[in-house]
């Protein structure tokens, strides 16, 4: 799929476009199980949290029209969806980790010329898959913390001007002081993220730890980082625009059909209930999941499998990698 040599911009995105090309099936195979699982695992915490505090919400959506519900009220309901939306969130994590874990394989195989199944892939992900989430996590973190002491200063300086421990023209200056304070940290945030950017692939490919996949990555990225930056931030962006285009023409198809067809909420009495609106809605929740589902997985692999091959660029230029991978390949080395 690419020259066994230096890659250039046009290698790069070659390579990943050919990739997708004879890999698709077993790349979109694995996200769309994860996803899926990923999903269902949420639906079934959506649903347990509405049996659950069912009546509260029905009570909250039913109150009249004028009066306010109570927070006794709110509350169960709120803590209840807050923890499915936490869960959704870890679960999102997970699955995009796995999801990092399976792009290494295939582009392994891609690079050397080698059939792969959506079996080898999936065992090869799984494997790997604890490696690489920890690898997430800790680069995650790394890179959020400038913004975490941001905002707990933030919340802090909120504290004690409601305790009263603050005058209002604290909170007068807080509002350019952190305007200045993100200012300052996104550079060094940018800065972290690219160099820790190769820490899944090297916990693929080199079956490394967390913490030496996070120091291989950073030794791999030193001399290069602008150049990394650059295609990953074009990669990502070309992943954005081609996942803007799929949702606005959803969207517009929609929007078409609801020309042609009557709105379902005319059927509606005057004050419908909770249960009729979720059952009108039905059909454009699976719409929407199923769009995001596939948004998401290009805005994940895409990235990913431009990643894998700066990665292999990288051991390229740097370690002479290309004869090893040449004799792996059964090809002459690239001149």
């Known amino acids: 799929m690419i020259p066994l040599g230096p890659l250039g911009l046009g290698d790069i995105l070659g390579g990943t476009f050919a990739t997708i090309g004879r890999y698709g099936k077993q790349l979109f195979g694995v996200a769309a ?60 994590l997970a699955a995009n980790a796995l999801v990092q ?55 802090a ?6 305790s009263g421990d603050a005058s209002p023209a604290d909170l007068v200056w807080l509002i350019p002081l952190g305007f200045l304070g993100a200012l300052a940290i996104t550079p060094p945030s940018i800065w972290l993220w690219v160099r820790f950017s190769l820490a899944p692939a090297v916990a693929v490919v080199e079956s490394r730890g967390p913490l030496a996949s996070l120091r291989r990555s950073a030794a791999l990225v030193r001399g290069a980082w602008w150049r ?25 198809l929609t929007a078409f059909g609801n020309l042609l067809t009557p709105s379902t909420f005319s059927t509606f009495n005057v004050d419908p209930t909770a249960g009729q609106i979720l059952v009108a809605v039905s059909g454009y929740l699976v719409l929407f999941m199923i769009v995001q589902l596939i948004t998401q997985f290009i805005t994940t692999t895409f990235p990913q499998l431009v990643l894998n091959l700066l990665y292999v660029d990288q051991r390229i230029r740097t370690e002479n990698l290309a004869p090893t991978l040449a004799e792996a390949a059964g090809t002459p080395p690239h001149l």
């Open 101 to 155: 874990a399976a792009c290494p394989s295939v582009i392994q195989s891609a690079v050397l010329g080698r059939p792969t199944t959506f079996g080898a892939v999936w065992r090869r992900a799984l494997a790997r898959f604890p490696a690489v989430l920890g690898a997430v996590v800790l680069s995650g973190l790394i890179v959020a913390l400038p913004m975490v002491l941001l905002i707990l200063g933030f919340i």
């Open 157 to 162: 300086t909120l504290i004690s001007y409601l």
């Open 33 to 92: 199980a994860v996803y899926g699982a990923a999903v269902a695992a949420v639906a079934i915490a959506l649903a347990v949290a509405y049996v659950t505090v069912g009546n509260q919400l029905r009570e909250v959506l039913d109150t009249p029209y004028g009066v306010d519900p109570t927070w006794a009220e709110i509350r169960p309901p709120l803590i209840a969806f807050g923890c499915v939306w936490l869960f959704g969130m870890v679960m999102l």
């Open 228 to 252: 990394i930056f650059g295609i990953l931030l074009l990669a990502s962006a070309m992943a954005s625009v081609a996942g803007f285009v799929i949702q606005q023409l959803v969207n517009a």
